[in-house]
């Protein structure tokens, strides 16, 4: 039995230490399933931590998140030549182990998917983006309309004798509005809007903050195991929660704009053109409303 324990030890380490970093660059050793999650020092910016480990591995290493290997890049050059002259080479998305079947049913959205799918979803997405404006003057105009509205949102307040304000809030309606247009059509002015807005920044910011705890993308790799852990069992529900609540809304946004658009007409929005391109291409398509309403 003694021989049988030492045997498993040995195994885990051999692998942890030696066989899975094998082809990676060098780098902290990584704790087995967590990774060098807990070498982050979140009292202050995480990029001292990084700092410290190009000064130790140098220009290029590796570190670990649970089990997901991550190679960084502290060079200028080397960024260059390898991100921007062999961009195509380098532009795989993470997959974050059983997640994306457990949680969403399937390999959907743009942000945790790779190969084909993501490829074809990301040339029509910036295809749509030109379309709009984007780099280009009309943009621009766009823009400086949402600025219009953020300088009166200043004068109102003014006028009613807040001469110290919290700007964060306005900034945060402004970029959201100029975003929210892109996507579905419309901008946060109204206050029904601005409070549906506030509501689902709070569910954003919320949910980032769980996304960076250490055990988050140990659940998120092994979501059948986490609900029975209690150390991660709250997390895992909170980072599910916060999904649901962001997925609805945005079924809610496509709903809407099935109800009111015009099969002939010209799209105004991200979803517009979306459910257009699903009506060209079929049903056999990957464009589906659980691909456009999932992030």
């Known amino acids: 039995m003694f021989f049988i324990i030492v045997l498993f030890i040995f195994i885990v380490l051999f692998y942890n230490y030696f066989w899975k970093r094998r082809n990676f660059p060098p780098g902290p050793p990584p704790l087995p399933l967590l990774g060098n999650v807990l070498e982050f020092d979140h009292q202050e910016a995480d990029y001292k931590t990084f700092k410290k480990w190009k000064e130790k591995y140098g ?72 379309n709009f404006g984007m780099g280009k003057n009309v943009m621009e105009e766009k823009i400086q309309l949402e600025l219009g509205y953020f300088f009166e949102d200043i004068e109102t307040s003014l006028s009613q004798g807040e001469n110290i304000q919290n700007l964060i809030p306005k900034i945060e309606i402004t970029v959201a509005s100029i975003i929210n247009q ?61 999904y649901k609540i962001i997925t609805e809304y945005c079924k809610e946004q496509i709903a809407a704009h099935k109800a009111k658009r015009s099969t002939d007409a010209e799209p105004n929005d991200y979803v517009d053109a979306y459910l257009r391109e699903a009506k060209l291409k079929g049903k056999d398509s990957t464009f589906t409303e659980v691909q456009v309403s999932t992030f």
Request: net charge neutral.
């Open 59 to 130: 220009d290029i290493y590796t570190f670990w998140a649970s089990e997901k290997p991550f190679v960084v890049l502290c060079d200028y050059q080397l960024l260059q030549d390898t991100l921007v002259k062999d961009g195509e080479t380098y532009s795989g998305r993470i997959c974050v182990g059983e997640f994306n079947p457990h949680v969403r049913g399937g390999e959907f959205g743009v942000v945790f998917i790779d190969g084909d799918l993501w490829k074809e979803h990301r040339r029509f997405a910036i295809q749509v983006f030109r």
């Open 182 to 242: 892109l996507l579905f059509g419309f901008a946060y002015h109204e206050k029904a809007e601005v409070e549906k807005f506030t509501k689902i920044k709070e569910t954003i910011n919320k949910h980032m903050q769980i996304a960076t705890y250490p055990g988050t993308l140990f659940a998120m790799h092994y979501p059948k195991i986490a609900p029975y852990l209690p150390i991660l069992k709250d997390r895992y529900y909170g980072f599910i929660n916060g």
